[in-house]
Structures are given as C-alpha cells and as structure tokens.
C-alpha cells in the first residue's frame, strides 16, 4: 500500500536538479519502457541529442523521482515534461502491464544496433552500415571490418571484456593503481572516482578517475608522468591522451561550439588498462608483481596506418606520453626488458585478446583539472549526463548563468562564480544540494 497516492495530483519541481533522483524508485516499469523508446530514438535518428530521445529521457526522469509507485493517470496532471506519446505508453502499461509499441521496437534491428553500438569507438553510423551488409554478431565484425581508429580495433577485439561490467572492487582496485602511481610524481594531489561509481552504482561500463592539485598548476605535465609509469609497468593496452584546450573564454562562449562536439576542454586521457582477474575477489592485495608477468609482451594494433594522433598501442606509440625526466632506475629497466623481448613478440589486438591471460581488460577516463574548476569538473564528471543537461538549463534559462565542467559563469554581472566545494557549486546556483546518488536521472 502507499499513502503518497491518495495525496495527487503531486507537484515535482521542473528541473531534476531541484529534486531527488534516485537508482532505486517505484516506477521501473514505466522508466523501463520509455528509455527504450529513448534508445531506439537515439539509434535511429542520426543527431547526438535526438530531440525525441531527450523528450522520452526526461518524462522517464519526472517518473523517478515520484515517491510513490504510479497507479492512476490523473497523479500525472501536474507534471511536466510527460507529452502525450510518453502519456499513451504509460497508460497502456497502467491498462495492460505492457506496451505494444515498446514490445514491437525490440526488433532485430534494434538489437543488433545495440550490440554494435555498445562497442568502444562504434557509434550508431558504423552500426547502421554494418547491419546493411548483413552482419548480425561482434564475430563477423571482428572479422570483416578493418579500422584506422585504434578504439575499434581494441574495442573490437576485446569487446567480451569490455562488454562485462566493471564491479566496485574493480574500480578501487585501478583508483588504487593510480592513486599509487600519481602520489609519487605528486604528493599531494586530489583523486577521486566519478562516474555512475561515484552516484551509488554497483557496476559500470567504464573507471572515471578525476584529479587535480591544491596549489594551482602543479598538476600540468602530471597525466603525461603518470602514464608513463602505468606504461612502463605494462598496465595500458592503448589510449589516447587529449591535451587540454581550455582557455577562459570558455567559461562565457556556448558550451556546444567545441568542434569535436567534446563536452569539456580538460586534459584527459580515455584507453584501455588490463588488471589481474582475481582482483575482485581480494581487492586488497597487491597483484603489481603478477601484472609485471602478464605484461611482458609488447602489443601491435592491426591496420594503423591513417590517424597516428589518436593511435597509440603500447607498441605503436610508446614514447606517446613525453616528456619525462622521472625515476629513471625504474623506466630503465622495464625499457630493457622491452627492448629485450623485441619485436617478434608483438601481436594484434585481436591476438592478445585470445591469449591464455590471468587479466581482463577494463575502460578507464582519466581527467586532470585545475583546483579553481575542480568542484564544477566534479559536478561535472559525476553526472549523470541528463542530470547535466538539466543543471545546465536551469541555469542559463533560470539565472541567465553559464555552467559548465570549467565553472559558473553569471552572464548578467559578467563575472565567475568560484566554488571551494561541490555544496558552493549549488549554492551559486540557489540549489538544494543533491547528493551524487540523487542525480541517477
Ligand atoms: P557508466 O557507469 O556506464 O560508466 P557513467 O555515468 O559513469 O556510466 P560515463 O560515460 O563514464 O557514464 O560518464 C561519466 C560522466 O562524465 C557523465 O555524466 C558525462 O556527463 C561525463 N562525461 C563523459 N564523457 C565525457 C567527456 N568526453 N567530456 C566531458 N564529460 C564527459
Ligand atoms: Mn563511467
Ligand atoms: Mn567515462
């Protein structure tokens, strides 16, 4: 029983960054339905931000948030953000416990393009072209496509790995690797997980590590170090480190006008790491010596030939993360002991993948911001992505204020709005403070 029900019609506040969104609530059934006509809204109109998604996205939003189970239509009346098509589907789920449409979209088509969009790299073009050619499982493209971009070929490649979710003990497990590795090029510095990890989720896709350093500028040249030493111990499989790109500008221009249609302009670097299998069964122990083991053949990425800037496997580019001046006793052997191995040891991804190994490989971003933006980098980073969108339209449409990942930028005063903490980034902006497990949007 639920007494909430009895007290309608409800009033939620409109913006999800005014109220509580939680992974657990009462209306699965419903929020269920509708992200799969959001997905398939996503996958078939070919746009980054399909309207029609985001319209799906926020009525499922609306019913996440309400306190109690949905019995009836008229609890909806004071809500906004359900249209009519999001009304029709919720009714016949009310009626009938299931949703004809929902039911028919749940073709072939749509999961095929699920299970191809779910690979590193693939988006929803590549997938439409390969369902044309009549391909249907990760097999056949792993066999029939040839890719100039190194997370296709990774992703493909390890795609039974990386198709498995990460768990919590996975992801302290690598917060701990490059806890170890970034305390000793500097002390100091502030790490933390972001992410779905950090919003209360067990299991994720990919480890969002986010850091900085108290005293400004200290933390420059410290992704490229730190790299290094994670390449040096034979923990990365590939990445790419993209160089930051901000300038203070930023915090004024339209947040979409990036070029590559990147959300923020920090450092950062998103690749692929291998840690040991038994590491969430024991997170607590230290398997560097196993990883030295495992990681003592160099790897080849297969049909790099165009796009060297976004290549770098271990092999292909493995003085990628310069300069470096760090302990070199360290660096230097376990160069040696590459250059002894030699070049008749490298071998596909694909290769590697089919290895006898004791390591499973994981998806890991790692974001390095500067103190004065860290608590919006935070807000940020931690999402989740409708929760973004929605704080960012509240405040440009409620405050006439620009946030961003790099800060608050008050449009009316021209001025921006420091924050020495996550609770001032909602303080700026006149908002409740939502806990991180709050914005599961
Ligand atoms: P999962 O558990 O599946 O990884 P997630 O919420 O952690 O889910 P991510 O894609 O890892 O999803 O993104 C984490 C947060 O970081 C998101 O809220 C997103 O807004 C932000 N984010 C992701 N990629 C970028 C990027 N390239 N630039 C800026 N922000 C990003
Ligand atoms: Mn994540
Ligand atoms: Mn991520």
Request: proline content about 3%.
């Amino acid at each position: 029983g639920n007494e909430n029900s009895g007290r309608n019609p409800l009033i939620l506040p409109e913006y999800a960054c005014q109220r509580a969104t939680c992974l657990k609530h009462f209306n699965h059934k419903f929020t269920k339905a509708l992200e799969i006509l959001q997905k398939h809204a996503e996958l078939r109109d070919n746009e980054r931000d399909s309207s029609r998604a985001l319209a799906f996205r926020r009525a499922s939003c609306v019913l996440k948030s309400l306190p109690f189970p949905l019995t009836s239509m008229s609890q909806l009346k004071n809500l906004t953000n359900i249209g009519d098509h999001c009304k029709r589907v919720i009714q016949e789920i009310l009626e009938d416990g299931e949703c004809r449409e929902v039911n028919e979209l749940q073709d072939d088509w749509f999961q095929k393009m699920v299970v191809f969009t779910n690979i590193f790299g693939i988006g929803s073009a590549t997938a439409k072209k390969w369902i044309e050619k009549g391909w249907s499982t990760i097999k056949e493209a792993q066999e029939g496509y040839i890719s100039s971009d190194w997370r296709v070929r990774w992703g493909l490649a390890f795609h039974t790995d990386l198709n498995t979710p990460v768990n919590l003990q996975e992801a302290q497990y690598i917060q701990q690797i490059v806890r170890k590795e970034a305390e000793t090029i500097l002390p100091g510095i502030i790490l933390q997980i972001t992410g779905g990890f950090r919003r209360g989720k067990e299991e994720g896709h990919d480890v969002d590590i986010l850091m900085t350093h108290p005293e400004e500028g200290k933390e420059v040249g410290l992704l490229a170090r730190l790299l290094q030493r994670l390449q040096n111990k034979g923990i990365i499989l590939c990445g790419n480190l993209e160089k930051s790109t901000y300038s203070d500008e930023m915090l004024t221009l339209d947040s979409k006008l990036s070029a590559k249609g990147q959300l923020d302009h920090f450092e950062k670097w998103l690749g692929i790491i291998k840690i040991p299998h038994s590491c969430s069964e024991n997170p607590a122990m230290d398997y560097s010596g196993s990883l030295s083991i495992i990681s003592s053949c160099v790897h080849k990425g297969t049909g790099c030939s165009v796009d060297n800037s976004t290549c770098c496997t271990a092999s292909e580019q493995p003085l990628n993360y310069q300069p470096l001046n760090l302990d070199e006793s360290l660096d230097l052997e376990s160069k040696a002991k590459k250059q002894k191995l030699g070049t008749e040891n490298e071998i596909s991804p694909m290769e590697l993948a089919k290895l006898d190994r004791n390591w499973i490989a994981r998806r890991v971003d790692l974001i390095v911001s500067p103190y004065d933006q860290y608590f919006y980098a935070l807000v940020g980073w931690t999402g989740n992505k409708q929760f973004n969108r929605d704080i960012r339209t509240y405040a440009q449409r409620e405050l006439g204020m620009k946030l961003s990942s790099h800060g608050l930028y008050d449009l009316n005063k021209n001025c921006a709005l420091p924050a020495r903490s996550e609770k001032e980034v909602f303080q700026n902006m006149k908002l409740q403070y939502i806990e991180p497990w709050e914005r599961n949007c």
